[in-house]
């Protein structure tokens, strides 16, 4: 689980009424924990508003050093909004 370094702050110009979709993306990592790539992989409704910030928060990822990963891997990260 990563730990994440400070905060994206998701827009707060978007009215929590709107915020219903789903946002899933892929961190890829090398062996040492550092954060090599963000891409999103599903951004629908309200995710699609949000893709630049979660790209960064991506970013803003830290994970542990694993030598025994020698490809390194990658990290999935699936938000889902709806109204409850």
Known sequence: MP??????NYDASI??????GRLVWLIH???????????????E???ERMKDRAIA???LS??????????GFTYRRELEFRPD
């Open 45 to 47: 409704g309200v995710g």
């Open 3 to 8: 730990y994440v370094l400070g905060r994206p």
């Open 62 to 71: 830290l994970f542990p050093p694993d030598p025994a990963r020698s490809a």
């Open 15 to 20: 009215p929590p009424e709107q915020f219903i």
């Open 29 to 43: 990592v090398d062996p040492d924990g550092k954060v090599t790539n963000v891409e999103i992989e599903v951004a």
């Open 57 to 59: 928060a991506g970013y």
